[in-house]
């Protein structure tokens, strides 16, 4: 759109610039031709003049002539570029230059003519006189034509001229047309540059009068969608928060009823069927989890967390939290839950980086054969902090690792219980923090290796 703009204003400034130099151009023609006129007009006044130079005729048959003072001047003046000649009615050459000989006017009237003589053109005028000798035909010829002098001299003194103009004009529009989008390019980076998630808006005092409207109408749009969007939030955090009264009622009863559907049945012990009971406890777990991961989600929201100032995070500390925290269920797997940490510290929030952690985790044990092991991991580097969890499970095929970060998105085939809002709750916490989630590969191409950089 501003490339176009920017065209769009270079050829309405450059096009009037064009227009004038070609007026000007025209003009001078114009100017040219009048003095042609006049030149005209002077060498028809000078045919009588001619013919009364002629005073008698010489011994050899040729005229002798005295020349009038116009008619001395004329040709002293400009010898090279004047010429004359005097021919008898059938066009043959009494006196003058040769080349003017051979043609008649049919008559009394001036007769114009333009000819190439020498590399030049001639402007002559012939026309039938009386003279002391009869009539006889008089040429004079003028290679000072000022429209010939115009077409030679268009390029240096008219054409070119122009065009340097009009290519410093150019360069000097183009600069006052940049400096004068400046604005409106600064709006376009800002808006590129823009994460989808940053709803704030434009200072509309930075913009200039023409394009304030334009900013207000985005701050205006975007106003709209964050108080859309913040509407949502809150609906989906209300509704995880009431859900998690009754579904842990729920759970705890069911839990209850599981017991006693896989213990042994005494007299009068209520008969329950297991498979059934366990069916109904898992559904209550899974939903428990799904309105826990829900109101994460909500408040792992960036515009949300730009309400709790960030403070400094031991990832160590963090990581050896987590190891504590899903010992049990890693042993009650068989799968070795280690830990390679060492110092590292960044600033953010804890609440947050736990539950980005702790989703990593809990997937990785969740999903990993028993017997098999996981590792989590954390490190300093120059500038950032690493914390990694890999595991020695069936991991993500390569062309699904950016599918299963997304919202209750779920790989085909996989078994256990699961949402699929674990990777995509643990991205947008490491979105909030600057960074970002990478799946990949673990040691040796086995499992997968789920890594964030902050």
Known sequence: ??????????????????????????????????????????LVALMPLFADSVIGEAGDGTPMLLLAPPVAEFLKDRPISTAFALTDPDGRLLYGDDWLAGT?????????????????????????????????????????????????????KVLLPNLVLIVAAAFAVGWAVERALKPLLALKDAVERRSPRDLSTFDEGASPEEVRPLVQSLNRLFELVNAQAESQRRFVADAAHQLRTPLAGLQSQVE???????????????????????????????????????LALSRADARTVQ?????????????????????????????????????????????????????????????????????????????RALLEVEDDGPGVPEEQRTLVLERFYRVPGTHGEGNGLGLAIAREIARVHHGDLVLGPGTGGRGLRASVSL
Request: charged share 25%.
């Open 307 to 383: 309400a709790h100032s960030r403070r400094p995070v031991e990832l160590k500390a963090l990581c050896e939290d987590m190891l504590s925290t899903h010992l049990d269920a890693a042993a009650a797997r068989r799968i070795d839950l280690g830990l390679d940490a060492e110092p590292a510290l960044v600033l953010g929030h804890d609440w947050l980086l736990r539950e980005l952690l702790s989703n990593l985790v809990d997937n990785a044990v969740r999903y990993t054969p028993e017997g098999g092991t996981v590792t989590i991991r954390c490190r300093s580097l120059a500038d």
């Open 256 to 294: 209850a009823w599981a017991q006693a559907a896989n213990a042994e049945g005494g007299p009068g012990t209520l008969v329950l069927d297991a498979e059934e009971v366990n069916k109904l406890r898992n559904a209550a777990r899974r939903t428990s989890q799904l309105a826990n991961q829900l």
């Open 104 to 156: 008649v006017p049919p008559g009394p009237e001036p007769e114009f003519h333009a000819e190439e003589h020498g590399g030049s053109t001639w402007r002559i005028v012939r026309q039938r006189q009386q003279t002391v000798l009869g009539e006889l035909v008089v040429s004079a010829a003028d290679a000072g034509d000022p429209r010939q002098q115009w077409l030679r001299s268009i390029l240096l």
């Open 1 to 42: 759109m501003l490339s176009g703009l920017r065209r769009r204003l270079l050829v309405m400034l450059l096009l009037p610039l064009l227009s004038l130099a070609l007026l000007n151009a025209w003009f001078d023609y114009q100017s040219a031709g009048d003095v042609a006129q006049q030149q005209e007009r002077h």
